[in-house]
Every structure is written in structure tokens, then in C-alpha cells.
């Protein structure tokens, strides 16, 4: 069974500074996918990794994979505020199912 | 808009009345999913239908049903809810490569 772990589950932060939240994975698998969610709504797509080694990068955001230590991150550079919200990482199953499972998520505070 | 469209969005049952949650996609995605999502959670797949014509449990499926009436639209029924059902409830397609989550139904059993 395919479990995902995201550490921090909360983390308070300033802007301006960087901090990287951690995603594992129990099972093989080359589907990682990251999310953002904003209270009361629907999850919105951050960065799809297909590949050991695949990097991501999106304003000051990046994502990485590292699917033989079965392992995401997420790294956030100079915060901001509009980056308060709650993320989560997914992975996909290797059946015909194509199903993700979820971390915990991890609730981002930028304080200013 | 392209994308998955849930209904409703708002919901109040009484423990024991029975509901069905709609979800339909217009993408021609051949796997659709539900999810519920609790108070501080992660999603929790409950169900999910790989393709038009099956189905599959997913983590929690006791308390639910499902019917994919056909490839756009995939329901989730509730025979009998109860307290422990109370959640956000997404609805999710995908043909193979991103994924598109619908906006959420927001169930309360009382």
C-alpha cells in the first residue's frame, strides 16, 4: 500500500526567507505531482514530475524528483505572502487505476 | 468552461437520508475519481472508475456508491449518511496526464 508523507504539516515563515517542504513515498513510482490549495477551494496544479531527476521551476517555486530515494521538494525562495496557502504532494499508482495518493499537506503561513 | 463540473456545492442531510453527488467531465478522460477531504486532510480516494463501464474501491469506500453512467459523468451515492460522512467531497478526471479537480461539494450530516 502506497503511503505519502509530507513534513513540515505547518510551517510559519517570513518573507523573504527559504524553506523547502519534504515529500516521501513508500512504493515505486515516476508520477509526482504538487499542489496548491487555497482555504475553501478546489486544489490547483503546481508542477507534474514524470521522471527521476526532473526539475520544475515556476516564479519562486521549484520542484524536484528523486525517484530512486522515492522523495519530492518543494522550495520556496524569498516568500512572499500570496504564497500563504496549504500544499500537497500526490503520487500516482503504477496500476490501471492512475489513482494519487495524498501527503498530509503542509500549511504555509508568510508572515510579512 | 472545459473542466469537471460537481453538484452541488452545498449540502445539509439529516443522518439516515440518502444523496447522490453528480460529477461530469468534459475532457473525454477516460478515469474519473471521488475523494473526500477532511478538516486539516489530505484527500482519501473512495472510489474511482478507470475506465467507462468500471468501477473500483478506493481507501474508504464503506458508506458509498458509485455509477459511471457513462465516460463524461461518474456519481457518488450515500444510502444512508451518517456524522462520519461529513466532508468536502472532489470529484477528479484525468486521461493520462495532469489531473482536473472539480470544485468540491461541501457535505454536512447532521
Known amino acids: 500500500e502506497l503511503k505519502v508523507e509530507q513534513n513540515p504539516l505547518f510551517l510559519s515563515m517570513q518573507e523573504g526567507k527559504n524553506y523547502t517542504i519534504y515529500c516521501n513515498y513508500s512504493t515505486t513510482s515516476d508520477r509526482l505531482y504538487w499542489y496548491r490549495q487555497d482555504p475553501g477551494k478546489s486544489l490547483e496544479s503546481l508542477f507534474v514530475?514524470?521522471?527521476?531527476?526532473a526539475v520544475k521551476q515556476e516564479g519562486r517555486l521549484m520542484a524536484s524528483l528523486d525517484t530512486k530515494a522515492r522523495l519530492s521538494t518543494l522550495h520556496i525562495t524569498a516568500a512572499v505572502h500570496d504564497l500563504s496557502a496549504t500544499y500537497f504532494c500526490a503520487v500516482g499508482s503504477n496500476n490501471a487505476g492512475n489513482m494519487l495518493t495524498f501527503g498530509g499537506g503542509t500549511r504555509l503561513m508568510v508572515k510579512p | 468552461n472545459a473542466g469537471v463540473t460537481q453538484t452541488p456545492k452545498f449540502q445539509v442531510l439529516k443522518t439516515g437520508q440518502s444523496m447522490t453527488l453528480q460529477c461530469a467531465q468534459d475532457?473525454?478522460?477516460?478515469?474519473m475519481y471521488w475523494y473526500r477531504q477532511d478538516p486539516g486532510m489530505g484527500l482519501r480516494l473512495i472510489y474511482y472508475?478507470?475506465?467507462?463501464?468500471?468501477?473500483d474501491k478506493g481507501e474508504v469506500p464503506n458508506g458509498y456508491n458509485v455509477s459511471r453512467l457513462n465516460k463524461r459523468e461518474f456519481s457518488l451515492r450515500l444510502e444512508s449518511a451518517a456524522p462520519s460522512q461529513t466532508s468536502v467531497y472532489f470529484c477528479?478526471?484525468?486521461?493520462?496526464?495532469?489531473?482536473?479537480f472539480g470544485s468540491g461539494t461541501r457535505l454536512t450530516v447532521v
Open positions: 472508475s478507470a475506465s467507462e463501464g468500471t468501477t
Open positions: 475532457m473525454n478522460h477516460n478515469s
Open positions: 514530475l514524470l521522471s527521476n531527476g
Open positions: 477528479a478526471s484525468t486521461g493520462g496526464g495532469g489531473y482536473t
